[in-house]
Structure formats: structure tokens, C-alpha cells
């Protein structure tokens, strides 16, 4: 059945505007999200492997070798079924750097510009044969519908202006949905469905030559079995294997195009960062590919019965026009437009990517306008590109002339792909790989194919020289693709690898090798210091590469990702945003115009503590890699884990504090005593931490002590807190941290409080009947002359009874004031204020408050302290000490017992002995006087708190207690208190 032109052309148009109608709806969300995003579209999408040579080129190898034509569909399959070893090492690192091409991944991994521009100039020059292939396959296809006479010889004029405007309207579907985000980190949804849309159609059309061929020209199973009886020679050439090298090099050709060939690069990791897809594909995959491989057999036998004169890659149209069928031919038709428009697309707009990251932008830097943002301009680059890159395939498809088969086509692309293998393996696997290694080893195997297999294209005949070469190396003789595909590859991967043993890499190149070839041994990050310490500033730096829009627009959208604020300054955070920068401007401009900008504009600050881990960043890693681990690995996770529960969950605050003042740690603890979450600080400089802990711990850190008592706390809008600081030093062969400890004791010095209040209250009820007595006289004389003022008229007599009523008033108001300032004598709640005290008249205060306790054991006090001398203390708090000291003494001793205070001076010390001839206390029970609660006295009579608050007393005065007993050592009696404390004088302050 012959077809018109503008039939043929009809056709064209309605299956490109059916791609362009399932590309807009999906990207408009009109096709819901859970079809756009199901697997089976990521799956389907990489049906884009089966181009124009599984629509048509494969049954010519059907024809030729029998079931050896699987091979093409087994090299891939092979990749997907074991995807450990190149596929998911390369998604993890497309996914974490933003990588898009194999340009990037190489230029990222072997840190040069120069690699990336001839990456990308030889795999331009590599996929024009590819592209060719698809144009001639359509444009073939076009002629034979179109009535071209069979007979005429195939190589002949044909119409070169259809092709070209097949070429027109797949470049504006390129452009229109290929360039739809300038960045690849977004997946473009319009521009994938509709390449599984295509793999749809494509299995549709060949699933109909298969019922064609099968019930149309066979009449059914049964009449294709009974013609391969009565064929035997059929059945023989199916079995016969590829002789020599053939098949294994056909399976490593095909092989190594599942990850070198750009269009299936691009669709399996610049459109996909989720590894559940890609696991999906490892049986998926395989799955459409066997269905898809399934009319290949049939529609070969098909052709083969019929005896058509056309090529067997065009025997789907032969079948068609053989049955004088429309449908049929159409579906054919259908089959080869769908697989090579797609094969179009995607490996355009991936080359186009690769041009302009690693050919325009590294030697033609953009024109930075405010008002205008770069994206708009690398939209308009890519486009050009893309239609560039269509362009010179046409031009190469109208140099040949039509002189090769698809096959042929194929395998010229595919081989010389092929020699980007070693670099690909090399990345993950091989540290020591450097870039002068890669480029003279691909040098070295481009050269051989370009003159063992590009040139014979225009020439049409094989290079005899170079054929009897590869026979003597070989030791066979084998076909020249195939002695050119293992030829060359070793060439390539023997200068590779003895030129990188030879030369030496660059520090970058030691670094990232490092980083992407233990990425499943996670590597170890260090911490660094960097030049900038906001994200504004980052924008300002970045806007002298990027324009103040594009600039502010890229550091919004790294810190939307990591969820931080834009006024974060934590060293950590910053370092972070740099690495999430860099690879977002890597998905934009391409690794090596992305690495270039971070380190002109944004480096790291040379100098110290460049190469200390960052603990923080490893452990959100290895939280985050867990399910990874197993055996040996496994179990040091779990004891890593369970040693930070244990840190974390302490009842004690501990922080961790790196050399320059990073925090490290931060546990629960101390998130309970400052009310400040991890989250928050992790990462941070010490002095960034809140007020008041921030100058508190950082304060601490300086200081020359390891150890701080009672540390208060003053907090804006609750009550005080009170600390104890610990800090030590932990130093190991890189780097050197600080582990602070805080010990929340706010609780004990509320209860001390307490029970120092309760103590005066009890001795005050102890005083409370000397005090009445105390009060009783006065009152009774001020009574009496009061009732004598009454008949006194002398007023001599009047004023002396007057003057002895405010002796009597005095007297009254000395004792109520000794009780009410014993009462409140310095709260431990309010800060211990130390100023110059009297230290006689303190001695006497506490002498006269303990005379009016009237059923206390009468003793003489004598104080022989310096009426002058002066101690550093807190005078109402000596008060305290005084009491209590004084008071155990009376009870210690009989009746008309002596209690001597004396002072001495010696240096900036001063001494001060209370010193008694009582019962003494017994050795076994002076380590213990001091403790809370525990007494020698009978039950009842005393608390067991008085020794205890003097200790706490003098220690928070900075001062010292001793202890000695018996004094005495004939007499066995007698007990010494030495207090300690330093000397102190009136400054300019005071008036004497």
C-alpha cells in the first residue's frame, strides 16, 4: 500500500502532537502525580535504549546471526540485573552532587575543566553515527511508504527536504520540553512520561507486526511451525553461534552502553534521583525489553517467506505492504518514528548539556545583568545547542549518503562510546586514577576507533592494513568491529592505567577520589573554616558571578533544602550550605564552572584545623546509613550508638568543644539546665551560644581552672541558677577537644538555704527566753519612771528620768536588732557579697546573741581578736559562722567552761582560733563533724547542721576550716576551730 507525502507527513504530526499533548498534561499535573511518578514510568522511560535499532536494526541481525541478536538486549539487561556495580554507585553520586552527565561525573571526579571539554567533544563526535541512524531510519522509511520502487538502488537520491523537517519538528520538541528547567536536580515530569509514553507505543506497534506476522502471513502458530519444518535452514541459522570474539565483544559493546551512551545516562540519572526506582528497573527493565524482543523472530520469518526486496531492517513496511495493509504499515512506521525521535530528544538535550557546562561556559562566561537573571540565558544557550546538535547529525546522515546499514550505524556509536568504560569504573573504584591517565587512554582508544571505524563510514571499505594488524595482535580473524572494540579499549585502559601510576594526582583529585571511591565506607569529612559567616554574605560573594537575582535565588533555594533560616551562622550549618551551593550550581553550570565559582568566591580560610573531622556531619551520615551496615561494621554502629545514648542521657550536662570553639556536643542534660535544644547550637561557635551560657562557658573554657564551685547563673526572666564547671582536655594525633562538664546544683543550695534558715530559726527559739528576759527589765524600769512622771514637777529630775527611759528604749531596740539581722542574715540565694568586715565586733555580736539564751551552760567568752583587724568575708554570713561556732563550744563545755577567740595574721591570711576546754570530740568522729545532719549531741538537742552550714559558708567566703581535738593532749579535752580568710582593708570607698 503506498502512502502520499502529506499522508506520511500527517502521521508525523499527529504522533509528535500526541507526545507534545502527554508532555504538557503531565507537566500541568492534569495526568495525576501518581502515574507521572510511578516507577513504571521511570521503568519505561529507559526503553529510550531501544532506538531505531530495535525497531529496525535488530532483525537484520536476526536474520544474520539468529538468536545472537538477543546480545543487544543482554548487555543492558545484564547492567540493570546487577546494578551494585556501576548503577548505584553512579545514582548516589549524581543524587548528592547534582551531576547530570558523564561529562559532569568525570570533570567532578577528576577535578579539571579539560576533562569535561573533551569528554564532551569526543562524545559529540561519538553520537553523530547514532544520530544518523535515527534520521536514515525514518527517512528510509518515508521513501519506501512514500512508493519508492524496491528495485532501485537503495543508496540512491532521496528526499532530504522531509528529513530535514523531521529534524525541524523534533528540535522544537526538544526545546519546548527538554529545556523546561535550566537546573537537572528537577525531574523533568513532561519530558519523561512522554518517553514512556513512546516505549508504550513503540511495544504496541511491534507487538502488532508480531500478530501480523504471526496470523497475516503465517496464518497462525501452527503455520509458522509448519514452515520452519519445511525451512530447516531456518532453525540451523538460529543456533548457530557468533564465531570467535564476536559475541563477547557484542556483549560488552552493548553493555557499556547502559551507562556511556548520554541519552540512557540522562534518563537514568539526571531524570531520577530515587534508588527505589532504579531497583524497580533491575527486573522491569529486562521485563519490557523480552516483550519487546518477542516479534523480532516472527517478523524476520515473516520477511524472509514473503521475499521482499527491501532491507531486512525495513521488514516491518515490507510486511505491510505486502499484506496491502494500512494499519500494518502505519504500525511500522510508527514503531521506527517513535524509537528514533526519542533517541533524538534526549540525547540532544543531554549533549546539549554537556556543551554548555564544558564548552561554553568554562571559555565564555555569561553576561551578568541585574534585571535579567542567567536562567533565562542558559535556557536560550541550551536551546541553540540542542538545535546545533540536530543539525550536524543531519549533516552527517546527508554526508553518508546512505552507504551504511543501521547495524553498521550502531555499532561504530556504540564502540566508540565504549571507550568512556574505564573512566566510568575508575570513579568509584580506582583512587589512584588521575586525569592524565583518562585523557591519554581515551585519547589513545578514540584514535584507534576514529581510524578503524568513523573514517571507513565515508570511504565505505574496511582498512585492510589495519585489519590484518588487528588479526596478528588477535591471533584471528575476527570482524573489525570487533577487533577494533577489544583493540581499542585495551589500549585505553593500558595507558590508563600505567600513565596514572606514573604521574601524580593533584590534591582536589586525592580528595574527591577519596570522598566518591568510599562513599560505602562513608567517608570521613573535616571541618574547615570559612571566609564568609552568614548566608547574606554568601549572596553578596556569589552575586559577583551570578547577579544579585540569581545569586539570592540560589542561596534561598540551598537553605529551603537543608531547612535553615537565613540568619543561621553556625560554622557547621555554613559549611553545609557551601557543599549544597556547589552542588545546585553543579546541576546549573556543571561541576567545573560550579567548583570554580565556590572556591573563587566562597573559600575556606587556609591555615589550622583543616583536617579535623567533622564529628557532627558523621554522625548525621552514619544515622542516616544505618540499613547499609552489616557484620563488623554493623556492630561498631551499634556500640557508637549505644556510647552516645549513654553521653546523651547523662544526668549531668556535657557540651564538646572543638580547638577553635565549634560545639560538638550538646546532650539532654544540658538542654535541661540552659533550656537551649541541640538543634540549635550543634555546630556553633561557643560565643554565638544565648546569653547569659555563652559568656559563662566560653569564660570558662579561657580560664586557666579546671573546676568552678557554685557558679551562679543570672537568669533575665526566672530565678537564678547555680553550676558547677568541670572541664578536661582531650587530645588525639589531628585535633584536640574539650569536654565540659555542668552540674546543675540549684536544688542543693535551695535546701542548704533552707536549712540555714531553719538553723537560725531554732537558735533563735533557743534565745527566745533570754530575749524576754532580756526585754522584761528594760520595759519594767521604763514602766516604773514612766509612773514617777507622773508627780515629778522638777524638770531637772524630769530630764534625767527622760534620758534613762531612752537608755532603757536603746537597750530594747540593741537586742530586737541583733534578732532581726540574725534572721536575715545573708540569704545563700542572693550572691555572697565579700566586702572589709570587723572582725572583734562580729566576734562580740555573736556573744551577745548567745547571752540571752538563759538555760544554755554559763562559760566565759573571751575575745582577744584586734579590735582593727579586717577579714574579707560577708559580715552577716560570719555572723552565721561565729553563732554556730561559738555555741557547739558553750555546749562542749561545763559549767564556768573558757571559750577563747583569737586572731593572727600571716601574709594576706588571716586566723582565727574558737578555741574550748571541753569534752573534745573523738578522733573516729572529726571526718564526719562536717556532714549534713550528723551530731554528737543528744537526740533533740541538736540538728546536726551547724558544722555543715559553716563549711558551706566559709567555702562560698573563699575561705578554709580545720578542725583540731583534743587540744589538749595531756588532758584529753578541749577543740580547736581554725578559720581561714583573707585580710582585707578600707579602700577609697569607704569612710572611717
Known amino acids: 500500500m503506498i502512502f502520499s507525502l502529506s499522508q506520511i507527513l500527517l502521521v508525523i504530526i499527529a504522533y509528535l502532537t500526541g507526545l507534545f499533548a502527554v508532555a504538557y498534561l503531565a507537566d500541568r499535573g492534569i495526568i495525576p502525580k501518581r502515574i507521572t511518578h510511578h516507577p513504571a514510568v521511570y521503568v519505561l522511560s529507559l526503553g529510550v535504549f531501544a532506538g531505531a535499532m530495535a525497531s529496525n536494526g535488530v532483525i537484520a541481525m536476526a536474520h544474520q546471526f539468529g538468536y545472537n541478536f538477543l546480545l543487544y538486549y543482554l548487555g543492558v539487561v545484564l547492567m540493570f540485573v546487577l546494578p551494585l556495580v556501576l548503577l548505584m554507585p553512579l545514582l548516589r553520586l549524581c543524587r548528592v552532587y547534582q551531576l547530570a552527565s558523564l561529562a559532569d561525573v568525570l570533570t567532578f571526579r577528576f577535578r579539571s575543566p579539560w576533562v569535561g571539554s573533551a569528554v564532551t567533544v ?476 565556590i572556591e573563587g568566591r566562597i573559600p575556606f580560610l587556609p591555615g589550622a584545623h583543616t583536617d579535623t573531622e567533622d564529628i557532627h556531619l558523621m554522625e548525621r551520615t552514619l544515622d542516616q546509613t544505618k540499613p547499609h551496615f552489616t557484620g563488623l561494621a554493623a556492630d561498631l554502629d551499634n556500640l557508637r550508638r549505644h556510647h552516645r545514648e549513654t553521653l546523651d542521657k547523662l544526668p549531668i550536662g556535657a557540651c564538646s568543644i572543638s580547638a577553635d570553639g565549634e560545639l560538638l556536643m550538646w546532650n539532654q542534660s544540658m538542654q535541661r539546665i540552659t533550656g537551649i535544644a541541640p538543634t540549635d547550637v550543634l555546630g556553633s561557635l561557643l560565643g554565638n551560644i544565648p546569653h547569659p551560657w555563652g559568656s559563662i562557658l566560653e569564660g570558662f573554657l579561657r580560664g586557666d581552672t579546671e573546676t568552678v564551685i557554685k557558679k551562679e547563673v543570672a537568669m533575665e526572666n526566672s530565678p537564678s541558677r547555680w553550676v558547677d564547671l568541670h572541664k578536661t582536655l582531650i587530645k588525639d594525633n589531628h585535633d584536640s577537644n574539650t569536654v565540659i562538664m555542668v552540674e546543675d546544683i540549684t536544688d542543693i543550695e535551695l535546701l542548704e538555704e533552707e536549712l540555714l534558715q531553719n538553723e537560725r530559726l531554732a537558735s533563735i527559739g533557743r534565745l527566745a527566753a533570754g530575749v524576754a528576759h532580756e526585754i522584761g527589765n528594760p520595759v519594767t524600769g521604763i514602766a516604773c519612771l514612766a509612773q514617777n512622771l507622773e508627780y515629778e514637777s522638777d524638770p531637772k529630775e524630769i530630764r534625767i528620768m527622760a534620758q534613762d527611759i531612752l537608755k532603757q528604749t536603746s537597750r530594747v531596740t540593741r537586742i530586737v536588732e541583733s534578732l532581726m539581722n540574725f534572721s536575715h542574715a545573708g540569704s545563700s540565694l542572693e550572691k555572697t557579697k565579700l566586702a572589709p568586715a570587723n572582725l572583734a565586733d562580729c566576734v562580740d555580736e555573736a556573744i551577745h546573741l548567745l547571752a540571752l539564751d538563759r538555760e544554755a551552760t554559763p562559760v566565759q567568752f573571751d575575745n582577744q581578736c584586734d579590735r582593727e583587724l579586717l577579714v574579707l568575708a560577708d559580715s552577716q554570713r560570719l555572723l552565721q559562722v561565729f553563732i554556730n561556732l561559738l555555741g557547739n563550744a558553750r555546749d562542749a563545755c561545763d559549767n564556768n567552761g573558757e571559750v577563747h577567740i583569737r586572731a593572727s595574721t600571716g601574709g594576706d591570711q588571716v586566723q582565727i582560733d574558737v578555741e574550748d576546754n571541753g569534752s573534745g570530740i573523738p578522733q573516729a568522729l572529726q571526718a564526719q563533724v562536717f556532714e549534713p545532719f550528723f551530731t554528737t549531741k543528744d537526740p533533740g538537742v541538736g540538728t546536726g547542721l551547724g558544722l555543715a552550714l559553716v563549711f558551706s559558708i566559709m567555702d562560698d567566703m573563699n575561705g578554709k576550716v580545720h578542725l583540731t581535738s583534743p587540744v589538749s593532749q595531756d588532758a584529753q579535752c578541749g577543740t580547736r576551730v581554725t578559720l581561714s580568710l583573707s585580710s582585707a582593708c578600707y579602700g577609697p570607698g569607704y569612710e572611717m
Open 122 to 597: 569526543a562524545m559529540c563526535i561519538t553520537l553523530l553515527p547514532l544520530l544518523a541512524l535515527q534520521i536514515q531510519a525514518v527517512s528510509e522509511s518515508i521513501h519506501i511508504l512514500a512508493g519508492d520502487s524496491a528495485t532501485e538502488s537503495f543508496g540512491g537520491n532521496r528526499n532530504n527536504l522531509l528529513a530535514f523537517l523531521f529534524c525541524v519538528i523534533i528540535t522544537v520538541f526538544s526545546i519546548l520540553f527538554g529545556t523546561r528547567h535550566v537546573s537537572s536536580q528537577h525531574r523533568n515530569t513532561g519530558l519523561v512520561t512522554a518517553i514512556a509514553f513512546e516505549s508504550l507505543v513503540k511495544l504496541s506497534a511491534m507487538l502488532i507486526l508480531f500478530f501480523a506476522a504471526v496470523y497475516a502471513v503465517f496464518g497462525g502458530i501452527a503455520g509458522l511451525e509448519q514452515w520452519l519444518l519445511e525451512n530447516p535452514q531456518m532453525s540451523n541459522q538460529l543456533a548457530q553461534p557468533i564465531q570467535g570474539d564476536d559475541a563477547r565483544a557484542l556483549l560488552l559493546i552493548f553493555f557499556a552502553g547502559a551507562v556511556c551512551m548520554p541519552h540512557i545516562f540522562h534518563m537514568a540519572f539526571a531524570e531520577n534521583n530515587d534508588s527505589r526506582g532504579l531497583r524497580i528497573a533491575t527486573w522491569g527493565l529486562p521485563l519490557y525489553l523480552l516483550l519487546l524482543s518477542l516479534p523480532i523472530l516472527p517478523v524476520t520469518w515473516a520477511g524472509v517467506k514473503l521475499g521482499h526486496e527491501l532491507p531486512m531492517d525495513y521488514t516491518g513496511l515490507a510486511i505491510g505492504m505486502a499484506l496491502q495493509s494500512g494499519a500494518i504499515s502505519t504500525a511500522a512506521f510508527v514503531a521506527g518514528l517513535s524509537a528514533s525521535s526519542a533517541t533524538i530528544i534526549i540525547t540532544t538535550l543531554a549533549l546539549s548539556n554537556m556543551c554548555l557546562n564544558h564548552l561554553v561556559l568554562p571559555f565564555r562566561p555569561l553576561q551578568i545583568n541585574r534585571r535579567q537573571d542567567i536562567y533565562v540565558q542558559l535556557k536560550w544557550l541550551r536551546r541553540g545547542l540542542i538545535t546545533i546538535l540536530i543539525l550536524a547529525g543531519y549533516i552527517f546522515f546527508t554526508t553518508l549518503n546512505g552507504r551504511q546499514s543501521l547495524s553498521q550505524l550502531a555499532l561504530v556509536a556504540f564502540i566508540g562510546t565504549l571507550q568512556f568504560l574505564p573512566g566510568i569504573i575508575a570513579t568509584p573504584y580506582w583512587p589512584r586514577a588521575n586525569r592524565t591517565g583518562l585523557l591519554v587512554g581515551l585519547s589513545g582508544g578514540l584514535g584507534i576507533w576514529f581510524f578503524s571505524m568513523l573514517l571507513p563510514l565515508f570511504g565505505g571499505q574496511n582498512p585492510e592494513l589495519l585489519t590484518s594488524l588487528y588479526s596478528k595482535v588477535l591471533g584471528h580473524n575476527d570482524k573489525l568491529s570487533t577487533a577494533t572494540a577489544l583493540v581499542s579499549l585495551g589500549i585505553n585502559t593500558a595507558l590508563f592505567i600505567v600513565i596514572s601510576l606514573v604521574t601524580r594526582r593533584s590534591s582536589d583529585e586525592e580528595k574527591i577520589a577519596a570522598e566518591i571511591c568510599s562513599m560505602d565506607d562513608l567517608a570521613r569529612p573535616t571541618r574547615r573554616i570559612l571566609s564568609v559567616y552568614s548566608p547574606a554574605a554568601f549572596s553578596q560573594r556569589l552575586a559577583l558571578s551570578l547577579g544579585e537575582n540569581t545569586a539570592k535565588s540560589e542561596v534561598e533555594r540551598a537553605l529551603s533544602e537543608l531547612q535553615f533560616s537565613s540568619s543561621e551562622t553556625r560554622p557547621y550549618a555554613l559549611r553545609r550550605l557551601r557543599a549544597r551551593l556547589e552542588a545546585n550550581l553543579s546541576g546549573l553550570l556543571g561541576p567545573a564552572v560550579a567548583h570554580r565559582i
